[in-house]
Structure formats: structure tokens, C-alpha cells
């Protein structure tokens, strides 16, 4: 009788040295970033290190990011954020308010209706459902979501699972609309510019403080928090200018990523992939609605309707800046829209999340956590 081919098994490396671990950690997520990176996706560095930390977290790998270290990199993504929050922005948001709460109220409901329906139906424990529908920054959501309780393994799951969705829509849709505006916008970058060493140095600062601060005073996401709001004062009354390579951005992405990925386990990795048909069919509901979303505001405003798609789809949001940056939108209009729902999530996620998953609990029909 022929012999049954053996299943596949992870190799385990809970017993190789740390530094041995480390390196094929390194290895593995740079060859998947830069394949990412080479398909043009906004978040691939950050995706590329987390899916190579799963990898090594599924084969027995015994790491871990350092705590101090996670908070850096938090710091440093927090002054990303702050350089997109300028005047011009605040001034558009202003200006509009009435369509910009009626909006992004419309979008954040949407997301967290159907972030319910997944906790409800026992597809997700806990908040964590909740936290991996809301729409905005994804790194962002990912920490903050860590900080509250929820479980961010699965939160990062669905968030980039829904980044990826988003991105390939949305470059389709402004093909269609502006042939070859995808490619130009998502064209080569310049990962060693050249450094202003004062701006970089202020920068490194306010980075480095926030995280400090957040260690010392247990803050939730305090790095990422404190370095955005520290960043927009900063920034705004002219007194910093932020200056973040990409190389920068890279290493911190790597870190948050492995941060991310290495808490995943056999058991975990099963459920998300077990999941994954519920996960996909809520991402593409939210991305219709946000679709009819747009319509409507297209007819309501007389926005075109290539900026009302734009400024609706629900993340991330530095996807779709790079996506509109080489369209014929209006561009501070859809960067205000992405902004200003990330900063209404910012303030009402972490209550609002939690009192959704409390009446679903009390109802009995949440799912167990996962180990």
C-alpha cells in the first residue's frame, strides 16, 4: 500500500538560540514586506512584519518585543498621524461640519453595527469585533484596541484584512475614474532622503518623551496619544516640524508588527482562519454601504463623486491619501473626512466598544476569548 504523505508541520524553534531566532525573524519579514512593498500596498511593511512573525509565533518561537521599544515605535507612529492633523485640515472640518458629522456618524455606525453583528453571532470575543470594524488608522485602531483589553491578534486580523480590501477597491474605482492614477500614485519611494538633523532630532524628542511619559504614567496607547496630541500643539503653532524618514517609519512598523504577531498561537491562527468567510463578508457590506454613503453624499452636496467615495471609505487612511494624492479630487476635503472619524473613534471607541460587548455579554452571546 502506498504511504499516506505526511501533513505538513511547522518546524519548532523554541529550542534555537534567541539571536538565531531574531535573525530568521528579520529575514523572513523583510522578504514579505518587500514583496508587499512591491505591490504597491500603503501598509506592507507593517503587514510583511506581522505575517512573519505569526509564522515564527505558529513554529514555537519564544520571542518578544521589548515593552519600551513597542512605546517607541508608538511615539513615532503617533507624530506620523500628528503631520496629517494641520490647520488646513482643522479649518475644512470647521467649515463643513454639518456634513462631516452626519458622515462619519453614517460610516462609524455602519462599522460598528456590523462589528456587533460578528460579536453577537459569537464570530469574535469580546470587544475585539467591535475594535477590528471600526474604520480609520489601522495601526492606530490595533494599538488602542490593545491598550482596552481587546484582543489585538484578531484585531489586527480583520483591520489589515480590510485594509487589503479597501486598497485594491479603491485603486479600481480611481482606475476607472482616472486611468493610471493608481500607478502614479503609488509610485517608488525614497526610503534614505536626505535628514534635517535639528527637525529630526525634535522630532526623535517628542517620540521618545511621550513614550517615557506613557511608561511612567501606565497610559493605554499613551505613546501613540501623547506624541499625536503633543505633535498637532507642536506643530500647529509652529514651534516643530515633524521629520520622519521612511527608514524610521519601517523600523517602527517592524516592531509594532512583530509586537503583534508573536503573541498569535496555533489555537488563534485556527480560529482566524476559521473566521476568515464571516470577516470577508462583513468587510465587503461595510465597503457597500460606505459605497451608497458616498452616493448619497455626492447627490446631497454636489461633491464629486470620485472625493465622496474617497472620503468615505472606511480605511486606512493612509491608503486612500496615497490613492488621492494623484486623482483630481479635493483632497483636504477627503483627508478631513479620514481625520476627523479617526479622532471620533479616538475619543468614543473605548467606551462605546465596551458597552456594546457588556449587553451582548449579558445576553449570553458572546464568544469565549481565544488562548
Not at 45 to 69: E, H, K, N, Q, S
Not at 260 to 272: K, M, N
Not at 291 to 314: C, N, R
Request: aromatic share 10%; hydrophobic share 60%; with cysteine.
Amino acid at each position: 500500500m502506498p504511504q499516506r504523505p505526511r501533513p505538513f508541520r511547522f518546524p519548532r524553534l523554541a529550542g534555537w538560540p534567541p539571536s538565531a531566532q531574531w535573525l530568521t525573524l528579520l529575514a523572513i519579514s523583510l522578504l514579505l514586506a518587500v514583496g508587499l512593498e512591491s505591490l504597491d500596498l500603503a501598509a506592507g511593511v507593517l503587514m510583511g512584519a506581522m505575517a512573519g512573525a505569526i509564522l515564527l509565533a505558529a513554529a514555537g518561537a519564544d520571542l518578544a518585543v521589548p515593552r519600551t521599544a513597542f512605546y517607541l515605535a508608538q511615539g513615532a507612529i503617533g507624530c506620523l498621524i500628528a503631520t496629517s492633523i494641520t490647520p488646513p485640515l482643522l479649518r475644512e472640518m470647521l467649515f463643513n461640519w454639518p456634513v462631516f458629522l452626519i458622515t462619519l456618524i453614517a460610516v462609524v455606525g455602519a462599522s460598528v453595527a456590523l462589528g456587533a453583528a460578528l460579536t453577537w453571532f459569537r464570530i469574535l470575543p469580546g470587544t475585539t469585533a467591535i475594535w477590528g470594524a471600526f474604520p480609520g488608522a489601522a495601526t492606530a485602531m490595533v494599538l488602542m484596541a490593545d491598550a482596552y483589553g481587546a484582543d489585538s491578534r484578531l484585531v489586527a486580523f480583520m483591520q489589515y484584512l480590510r485594509v487589503v480590501c479597501v486598497v485594491v477597491v479603491a485603486s479600481l474605482v480611481a482606475e476607472i475614474w482616472v486611468p493610471q492614477a493608481a500607478e502614479a500614485a503609488l509610485a517608488g519611494k525614497v526610503w534614505f532622503p536626505t535628514i534635517h538633523w535639528l527637525t529630526f532630532g525634535e522630532t526623535l524628542a517628542l517620540a521618545v518623551v511621550s513614550a517615557g511619559l506613557a511608561l511612567a504614567f501606565n497610559i493605554p496607547a499613551g505613546g501613540l496619544i501623547l506624541s499625536m496630541l503633543f505633535g498637532v500643539l507642536l506643530q500647529d503653532f509652529g514651534l516643530l516640524q515633524i521629520e520622519l524618514p521612511p527608514w524610521l517609519l519601517a523600523i517602527s512598523y517592524f516592531l509594532v508588527g512583530w509586537g503583534i504577531g508573536l503573541r498569535f498561537t496555533r489555537p488563534l491562527l485556527l480560529y482566524a482562519l476559521r473566521a476568515l468567510p464571516w470577516l470577508i463578508a462583513a468587510i465587503v457590506a461595510l465597503i457597500t454601504l460606505c459605497g451608497l454613503f458616498a452616493l448619497v453624499l455626492s447627490l446631497a452636496t454636489g461633491i464629486d463623486p470620485l472625493t465622496a467615495y474617497l472620503a468615505t471609505s472606511p480605511g486606512g487612511a493612509d491608503s486612500v491619501a496615497i490613492i488621492a494624492a494623484s486623482t483630481d479630487v479635493d483632497m483636504p476635503f477627503v483627508m478631513a473626512m479620514q481625520i476627523a472619524r479617526f479622532i471620533a473613534v479616538l475619543l468614543v471607541g473605548p467606551s462605546l466598544a465596551r458597552l456594546i460587548a457588556e449587553r451582548i455579554d449579558k445576553r449570553g452571546k458572546a464568544a469565549p476569548p481565544v488562548a
